[in-house]
């Protein structure tokens, strides 16, 4: 069977065959979407600015907790609390040294991590850093 070698050209299509436009609906409808689209432009309008401020580290979850929410399944759930606590300090708006956290609470969740991987390294690693 011969190839045509020219390819043809797909035509991009703002809507589709079984799309109604938007002239179609009824002069209600228009109008209240009008009105949600106009709602929500002040409503952002009006919002404060988001302020930045740092949160502390929570305490670490129970051990058990972390056992029952695992599901058996102890290192992707390491890997999982791991990954949460290597971005925690970054956070909106703000970039958090490791030195300005809590080493007690920094301590305690490497630890828990270390009790549901204990050959996992990279705790360690986290720690030494």
Do not use: C, K
Not at 21 to 45: D, F, H, M, N
Not at 80 to 92: G, H, I, K
Not at 114 to 124: C, S, V
């Amino acid at each position: 069977m011969p190839v045509d070698p020219t390819p043809r050209r797909r035509r991009w299509r703002w809507r589709r065959d079984d799309e109604r436009r938007l002239s179609e609906l009824p002069r209600a409808l228009r109008l209240l979407l009008v009105a949600a689209i106009g709602v929500q432009i002040a409503l952002r309008a009006t919002a404060p600015a988001p302020a930045a401020r740092a949160v502390d580290l929570p305490p670490p979850p129970a051990l058990d907790a972390l056992r029952v929410i695992g599901g058996g399944e102890r290192v992707p759930l390491a890997t999982a609390l791991v990954l949460y606590l290597q971005a925690f300090d970054n956070q909106p708006g703000v970039s958090l040294p490791f030195t300005s956290l809590d080493y007690a609470r920094l301590e305690a969740w490497l630890g828990r991590v270390l009790d549901l991987d204990p050959p996992g390294q990279y705790p360690l690693l986290m720690a030494a850093h």
